[in-house]
């Protein structure tokens, strides 16, 4: 049986979205439920894939398919495709499975030439109207089909009707027209070396190959890998009769939505024009009018319109966005799609649609992405600002947000114009730990350097501060404080912008829109609770981290990473003596005195997070993190200890390592020197010892081990803290429970989990350095090649931001399996970045994680995400234990 490419719009259904594109398939669907919609068929979106094997070429079978479909539109319509008496003319349209609203093409008015264009004008007696859809039509084709640049025919219009005397193309008068006609050709004749063709046939035929071809232009392509739609095959092109908005004021165009899209109000919100094209609303050539207006002109059409957005919107249960034309006091509808929102107006409308007994709470949950609940947390900028600035740079999307502010090289810079009330970007090549005082001041964080997981981009996220990392198309000049772009030169002191959802760096302040939790948020995390099973935690290295975390509904900490108090100033001194030390004795005076401080860390963080469950994380990065890096902050230490300068230095150089992250750190410090894993395992008891004291509850510290990659390893250190914790219970008179676990992210420790369970009382997920071991990829120099990788499909998203299900993914579950395997009740949870990854939620939901931890301001993405993947999985908990049932049905 010969394949069928396309299908009449009365031969399908919505349910056939990825053959027929969404709006192929809501065609149908609208025809189906008898609504006006101009008759047409549905090139699939298999033959646009056939198209691009069979070298962009038209096969003979598919051109025979569409002469059978094109003689049956000529006879539901009574008029000809050739005909110079009464032509039928039709609009080309793409449309792919998911909507990309304005990333394709479009051609209307396809057919008209130099003799249908009179037999139009005859037929409808209005010349005016003909050679205004003629114009039109030579436009479109010139642009989508040869790329002829639109300014060369609009400068022809403008130059018309300032002739004219008039401002409106709608006051020109059918003689000008012809006129602009003429001119048109004449450019297109320029510019292509040939007429405007006259064959309707092989208008069509170069028609759908544009539309096609606009699958892979460079702007589908970009919203596609935006918003990770990658698995579809190829455009629909719908070819449908033309009705017709410009045949004088009792005709018009317009785009409706069935509810508001910015609040979600249960009220038609759109615009729409008179004597127009629906080109003209989206092109912004005139000012659309309210909708309200048109119950006001025509408000029998109004009402039929109202009918119908009624009608679609009870029969898909969704908000639509409605495209339609009048067409001389008659109503069609061209277009019907779910429609693009906001994520206030998509919380709104959802838990509207529930309460109006429309849709289930599961559905009412699963129509939010949960990366829109950003939108909610971070100021973002406004939209019509954005359209107008000027773009300097790209790079990565690494914590969400709208910042602007002056250029500032150094955080001392930043701290300066923070004490004069300027807002500043700090701009560097990389951000290390001794930046922290000036990214906290600091509005944005721009880095030339550093991937996703990034210094920059993970302490950006945790303070909840707009971060593009990794903008290798800017070149950082910390020294001669300047960064060249392409197109010129900026200094300290120059205003950028940067739109952390997007990546995008612009020149100059763009105006904000401060978005706040508000409408139904509430009720809609009321139902998240309900549904979820795993616990959300938060990764927190601060009281204040924390105290946010639990604002946004995080149920404990997953993650406090003991490294970052180590470099705030009232210890780095005493730290840094703990590191130089030349002995047992020395390194012990340093610990002891940083032992008060560290313990009144935890303690803090306990009186925040109160019963609920709290995982700290011993000392992992290198040593060497902890050392000034700037000759006056090394002569500084000098001077205050017993090294002279050369001998300090040659230390420093030491403690440097060819390859740190693999090397010195985690454990491996702990084993080394367990004095200061002894350190923070008393800091943690003494402090949950008092907190308990005080406030008369019970709390379960639990003590994680980094690093992890021969349960020897986990033995050993864990013995080490356990002694000490005894002298503490010994010392205060007092116990309390307390669990000590591991980190699993050396591949070694996945493969031999069973015998690290024996040890272990919980296993969490460093997915973050996971990956890293596994792919062979370094975190901080992977942005360098990553986007070329995900470009040409070798990987499908960067692994740093979504979890390799296949390679790293594989590991995680071994480890799972064989550590649940000894503790059948083992809790397991994971604290790298994917924890807040919705993609990567979905996958350790259907794994049976306990709990996933992340960044305080992606607890409420994680939280939708983690509803949405127990709905998915239909997960329940049992009452008692930690341990997740999973039933795949």
């Given at each position: 049986m010969t394949e069928k490419y396309v299908y009449d719009f009365n031969e399908g259904k919505k349910e056939m979205k990825e053959l027929l594109g969404g709006k192929g398939a809501n065609l149908a669907e609208m025809t189906n439920l008898l609504l006006p919609v101009p008759p047409g068929f549905t090139l699939t979106t298999e033959s646009c894939n056939r198209f691009f094997n069979e070298n962009k070429k038209i096969w003979s079978s598919l051109e025979e398919e569409i002469n059978i479909h094109l003689k049956a539109l000529e006879q539901a319509t009574g008029k000809k495709f050739s005909d110079l008496e009464n032509p039928l003319l039709v609009s080309v349209r793409s449309g792919a499975a998911q909507s990309m609203p304005g990333m394709m093409d479009t051609i209307l008015n396809l057919g008209l030439n130099d003799h249908s264009v009179i037999g139009l004008a005859k037929n409808t007696a209005d010349e005016r109207f003909a050679y205004d859809s003629y114009r039109r039509f030579i436009q479109m084709f010139s642009d989508v089909v040869m790329e002829i640049p639109k300014t060369r025919f609009e400068s022809i219009l403008e130059?018309?009707?300032?002739?004219?005397?008039?401002?409106?193309?709608?006051?020109?008068?059918?003689?000008?027209?012809?006129?602009?006609?003429?001119?048109?050709?004449?450019?297109?004749?320029?510019?292509?070396?040939?007429?405007?063709?006259?064959?309707?046939?092989?208008?069509?035929?170069?028609?759908?190959?544009?539309?096609?071809?606009?699958?892979?232009?460079?702007?589908?392509?970009?919203?596609?890998?935006?918003?990770?739609?990658?698995?579809?095959?190829?455009?629909?092109?719908?070819?449908?009769?033309?009705?017709?908005?410009?045949?004088?004021?009792t005709?018009?165009?317009?785009?409706?939505?069935?509810?508001?899209?910015?609040?979600?109000?249960?009220?038609?919100?759109?615009?729409?024009?008179?004597?127009?094209?629906?080109?003209?609303?989206?092109?912004?050539?005139?000012?659309?009018?309210?909708?309200?207006?048109?119950?006001?002109?025509?408000?029998?059409?109004?009402n039929l319109l109202e009918t119908a957005a009624n009608t679609l919107e009870d029969h898909y249960k969704d908000m639509q966005d409605i495209e339609f034309t009048i067409e001389k006091d008659k109503l069609f509808l061209l277009q019907t799609r779910s429609g693009k929102r906001t994520a206030q107006a998509a919380i709104n409308i959802a838990v509207d649609l529930y309460n109006e007994g429309k849709i289930t709470k599961e559905e009412a949950l699963l129509r939010i992405k949960p990366q829109q609940l950003e939108q909610l947390l971070h100021p973002n900028f406004d939209e019509k600002a954005v359209d107008q600035a000027t773009i300097?740079?790209?790079?990565?999307?690494a914590s969400p947000g709208a910042a602007s502010g002056i250029i500032c090289f150094t955080p001392e810079s930043v701290e300066i114009a923070?004490?004069?009330?300027?807002?500043?970007?700090?701009?560097?090549?990389?951000?290390?730990?001794?930046?922290?005082?000036?990214?906290?001041?600091?509005?944005?964080?721009?880095?030339?350097?550093?991937?996703?997981?990034?210094?920059?981009?993970?302490?950006?996220?945790?303070?909840?501060?707009?971060?593009?990392?990794?903008?290798?198309?800017?070149?950082?000049?910390?020294?001669?404080?300047?960064?060249?772009?392409?197109?010129?030169?900026?200094?300290?002191?120059?205003?950028?912008?940067?739109?952390?959802?997007?990546?995008?760096?612009?020149?100059?302040?763009i105006e904000k829109s401060k978005a706040t939790l508000g409408g139904k948020y509430d009720q809609l995390m009321e139902w998240v609770d309900e549904v979820k099973a795993m616990a959300v935690r938060t990764n927190a290295d601060t009281p204040e981290d924390a105290k946010q975390a639990?604002?946004?509904?995080?149920?404990?900490?997953?993650?406090?990473?003991?490294?970052?108090?180590?470099?705030?100033?009232?210890?780095?001194?005493?730290?840094?003596?703990?590191?130089?030390?030349?002995?047992?004795?020395?390194?012990?005076?340093?610990?002891?005195?940083?032992?008060?401080?560290?313990?009144?860390?935890?303690?803090?963080?306990?009186?925040?997070?109160?019963?609920?469950?709290?995982?700290?994380?011993?000392?992992?990065?290198?040593?060497?993190?902890?050392?000034?890096?700037?000759?006056?902050?090394?002569s500084r230490l000098a001077a205050t200890m017993s090294f002279s300068l050369a001998a300090l230095k040659e230390r420093i150089e030491d403690l440097h390592e060819v390859n740190p992250m693999l090397g010195h750190r985690g454990v491996r410090l702990g084993i080394t020197y367990p004095e200061i894993s002894r350190m923070q395992a008393r800091a943690i008891m003494e402090a949950a010892l008092e907190f308990k004291a005080d406030r008369n509850c019970e709390i379960q510290p639990e003590i994680m081990i980094p690093l992890i990659s021969d349960v020897k390893e986990l033995t050993y250190i864990k013995a080490e803290i356990e002694d000490e914790i005894k002298k503490v219970f010994t010392e205060k008179g007092e116990t309390l429970s307390y669990h000590v676990g591991t980190m699993i992210e050396v591949p070694r420790a996945a493969l031999t989990a069973d015998k690290i369970a024996e040890e272990a009382d919980f296993f969490s997920f460093g997915t973050n350095d996971l990956t890293q071991m596994g792919f062979g990829f370094s975190r901080d120099d992977s942005g360098k090649f990553i986007s070329e990788y995900m470009d040409k499909g070798i990987l499908e998203n960067g692994p740093f931001d979504t979890i390799d299900q296949e390679g790293i993914g594989q590991l995680v579950e071994i480890a799972i399996e064989k550590g649940r395997r000894i503790k059948p009740n083992l809790k397991v949870g994971i604290c790298g970045e994917h924890g807040g990854d919705p993609a990567s939620i979905e996958f350790f939901q259907k794994l049976g994680f306990s709990y996933i931890s992340c960044s305080p301001y992606r607890v409420p993405i994680a939280r939708l995400a983690a509803a949405q993947a127990a709905i998915k999985y239909h997960v329940v908990k049992e009452p008692i234990s930690d341990k997740l049932v999973t039933n795949f049905s």
């Open positions: 130059n018309k009707k300032a002739e004219k005397g008039v401002e409106l193309d709608k006051e020109l008068s059918g003689d000008d027209l012809k006129s602009v006609v003429e001119a048109y050709k004449k450019v297109y004749l320029e510019e292509v070396k040939e007429d405007f063709p006259q064959d309707p046939m092989v208008q069509l035929e170069l028609a759908i190959k544009a539309v096609f071809t606009s699958w892979n232009n460079p702007r589908a392509i970009f919203y596609r890998n935006m918003h990770e739609i990658s698995t579809l095959i190829g455009t629909a092109v719908n070819i449908q009769a033309m009705v017709f908005g410009n045949k004088g004021e005709s018009g165009t317009g785009v409706t939505f069935t509810r508001n899209p910015v609040n979600g109000n249960n009220k038609l919100f759109g615009e729409f024009l008179l004597n127009a094209q629906g080109e003209d609303v989206v092109a912004g050539i005139r000012t659309p009018n309210d909708i309200a207006v048109l119950n006001d002109l025509m408000p029998e059409i109004y300097l740079a790209k790079g990565l999307a923070f004490e004069k009330g300027i807002k500043s970007i700090l701009v560097r090549q990389e951000t290390s730990p001794e930046d922290i005082s000036g990214m906290v001041k600091a509005e944005g964080i721009l880095t030339a350097r550093g991937g996703m997981t990034s210094h920059a981009a993970v302490v950006a996220r945790g303070m909840g501060k707009c971060c593009v990392a990794g903008c290798s198309e800017l070149k950082v000049n910390e020294v001669e404080k300047r960064v060249k772009y392409n197109g010129g030169i900026l200094y300290e002191g120059d205003l950028i912008s940067l739109d952390g959802a997007s990546g995008m760096v612009y020149l100059g302040e639990l604002e946004f509904g995080a149920e404990g900490i997953g993650l406090v990473r003991t490294e970052h108090m180590f470099f705030k100033e009232d210890r780095i001194s005493s730290v840094r003596r703990m590191i130089l030390a030349d002995s047992v004795e020395e390194r012990m005076r340093a610990l002891n005195e940083i032992l008060p401080i560290q313990k009144n860390d935890f303690y803090q963080i306990y009186q925040v997070m109160g019963e609920l469950p709290v995982t700290i994380r011993l000392l992992d990065p290198p040593l060497h993190e902890f050392m000034p890096v700037k000759e006056e902050d090394i």
